[in-house]
């Protein structure tokens, strides 16, 4: 279309303008008409060539997050390899990023754009549709990345060609006490059996939406991500699955992941995982695995064992210690190892905290949606839809 407006202009400068002048003059026109004409012909073709040749689009959706968009533009100037674009989307902020973005502007191919809050999975398409790359690297903002992280995803792809892929997360000397706790409690082997910690033993490996690439062809043949407010990265993992796609864990393309800042925070976000779960579960029964519930059973174990302290104390005061042991037992397993990991006494007494609200707010959650979705026949919800970003 742009070739064909050019085109055009010259044809009806000829006509009007150069048609009565004389030959001569006629000729230096014509010439410097085709000059231009092929200087703006190539400017374009090169444009378009580094964007059919581009090898990653990374997608940032943001919400009120403008210094976390800050720290994660800056890791990506650092990064080894330089064939990118990225793709921000602003998502009906209120503290918007574009100063942070136009701050970038000279050290990255940025594209920066805005839009109403519809959630990330939505601002993810959103993005998606308006990238170039061969593939698309979605991200959240809250993420930080090592100097070699797009160079350990170019690795693994030239090792062994995949259509979707993910990689684990870490914790950064930097981040806080609780953060550091958090992170801690979701990648533990003690705590979630180290599905999210980045292990290469696991059968399948389900990329989660905070460090995920898929090929962009593939993207856009499966729609994207679907309009579930929770739980949307498993949702296009299953969907990447049942089409034969070729997925796979990606272990040295991690990233450092922030998290929540705190613990009721946190408490939200695994609360509304929980819920998910069983949502997914809806749409497929074939998702929910042993190890989901596994949650659920610890949360009805410590309340009952809590409430078993409370009868002894009534019946026989000196046995009521008993039903704490193992809660005390594990506790004591949490500190000591998160001690050791994170070389501080102080986080490992954190993570038992950030251990509990880990296991018990995703427990609670399953509990809930199970009894609203499965015995009550009620339709798929979040509690706490209003707070997604917070």
Same mark, same amino acid.
């Given at each position: %279309?742009?070739?064909?407006?050019?085109?055009?202009?010259?044809?009806?400068?000829?006509?009007?303008?150069?048609?009565?002048?004389?030959?001569?003059?006629?000729?230096?026109?014509?010439?410097?008409?085709?000059? =231009?004409?092929?200087? *703006?012909?190539?400017?374009?073709?090169?444009?378009?060539? +580094?964007?059919?040749? %581009?090898?990653?689009?990374?997608?940032?959706?943001?919400?009120?997050?403008? $210094?976390?968009? $800050?720290?994660?533009? &800056?890791?990506?100037?650092?990064?080894?390899?330089?064939?990118? &674009?990225?793709?921000?989307?602003?998502?009906? /902020?209120?503290?918007?990023?574009?100063?942070?973005?136009?701050?970038?502007?000279?050290?990255?191919?940025?594209?920066?754009?805005?839009?109403?809050? /519809?959630?990330?999975?939505?601002?993810?398409?959103?993005?998606?549709?308006?990238?170039?790359?061969?593939?698309?690297?979605?991200?959240?903002? $809250?993420?930080?990345?090592?100097? @070699?992280? *797009?160079?350990?995803?170019?690795? &693994?792809?030239?090792?062994?060609?995949? $259509?979707?892929?993910?990689?684990?997360?870490?914790?950064?000397?930097?981040?806080?006490?609780?953060?550091?706790?958090?992170?801690?409690? #979701?990648? /533990?082997?003690?705590?979630?059996?180290?599905?999210? @910690?980045?292990?290469?033993? *696991?059968?399948?490996?389900?990329?989660?939406?905070?460090? #995920?690439?898929?090929?962009?062809?593939?993207? %856009?043949?499966?729609?994207?991500?679907?309009? %579930?407010?929770?739980?949307?990265?498993?949702?296009?993992?299953?969907?990447?699955?049942?089409?034969?796609?070729?997925?796979?864990?990606?272990?040295?393309?991690?990233?450092?992941?922030?998290?929540?800042?705190?613990?009721?925070?946190?408490?939200?976000?695994?609360?509304?995982? @929980?819920?998910?779960?069983?949502?997914?579960?809806?749409?497929?029964?074939?998702?929910?695995?042993?190890?989901?519930?596994?949650? #659920?059973?610890?949360?009805?174990?410590?309340?009952? #064992?809590?409430?078993?302290?409370?009868?002894?104390?009534?019946?026989?005061?000196?046995?009521?210690?008993?039903?704490?042991?193992?809660?005390?037992?594990?506790?004591?397993?949490?500190?000591?190892?998160? =001690?050791? *990991? +994170?070389?501080?006494?102080?986080?490992?007494?954190?993570?038992?905290?950030?251990?509990?609200?880990?296991?018990?707010?995703?427990?609670?959650?399953?509990? &809930?949606?199970?009894?609203?979705?499965?015995?009550?026949?009620?339709?798929?919800?979040?509690?706490?839809?209003?707070?997604?970003?917070?």
């Amino acid at each position: %279309m742009r070739y064909r407006q050019i085109l055009v202009l010259k044809l009806c400068a000829i006509k009007t303008f150069l048609i009565p002048l004389p030959i001569d003059k006629t000729l230096v026109y014509l010439l410097t008409w085709q000059l =231009a004409y092929e200087q *703006l012909v190539n400017s374009s073709t090169r444009q378009l060539v +580094n964007y059919k040749e %581009m090898k990653y689009s990374i997608i940032i959706p943001v919400y009120n997050r403008p $210094d976390e968009v $800050d720290e994660l533009l &800056e890791s990506l100037t650092h990064q080894s390899e330089t064939d990118f &674009e990225v793709v921000v989307v602003e998502d009906g /902020s209120a503290v918007p990023c574009q100063e942070v973005c136009e701050k970038y502007a000279q050290q990255l191919n940025i594209q920066y754009f805005t839009k109403p809050n /519809s959630g990330p999975g939505q601002t993810r398409n959103y993005g998606v549709e308006r990238a170039h790359g061969d593939y698309v690297l979605i991200l959240d903002s $809250d993420v930080v990345l090592p100097e @070699g992280y *797009l160079a350990a995803v170019s690795a &693994e792809l030239q090792r062994e060609p995949a $259509d979707a892929f993910g990689g684990p997360d870490s914790s950064h000397p930097s981040f806080t006490d609780t953060q550091k706790a958090i992170s801690y409690s #979701m990648t /533990s082997f003690f705590t979630t059996g180290g599905i999210r @910690g980045g292990k290469k033993k *696991l059968d399948k490996f389900y990329p989660r939406s905070f460090n #995920m690439g898929v090929r962009r062809d593939r993207y %856009m043949e499966l729609g994207g991500f679907s309009k %579930m407010r929770f739980g949307e990265d498993i949702d296009f993992s299953i969907r990447i699955f049942k089409a034969g796609l070729r997925c796979r864990l990606f272990p040295e393309a991690w990233v450092w992941h922030k998290r929540r800042t705190d613990l009721r925070k946190f408490f939200r976000q695994v609360y509304n995982s @929980g819920i998910a779960r069983i949502n997914l579960y809806k749409k497929y029964p074939e998702s929910l695995k042993l190890v989901h519930m596994l949650p #659920m059973v610890f949360t009805v174990g410590v309340l009952s #064992m809590l409430a078993l302290c409370i009868v002894l104390l009534a019946l026989c005061p000196t046995l009521a210690w008993l039903p704490l042991v193992p809660l005390a037992l594990y506790s004591l397993l949490i500190c000591i190892d998160s =001690a050791r *990991l +994170n070389r501080s006494l102080k986080i490992g007494v954190q993570s038992i905290a950030a251990a509990y609200v880990q296991l018990m707010g995703y427990g609670f959650g399953f509990i &809930e949606a199970w009894w609203k979705r499965c015995v009550r026949g009620k339709s798929e919800f979040a509690a706490f839809e209003k707070t997604f970003y917070k």
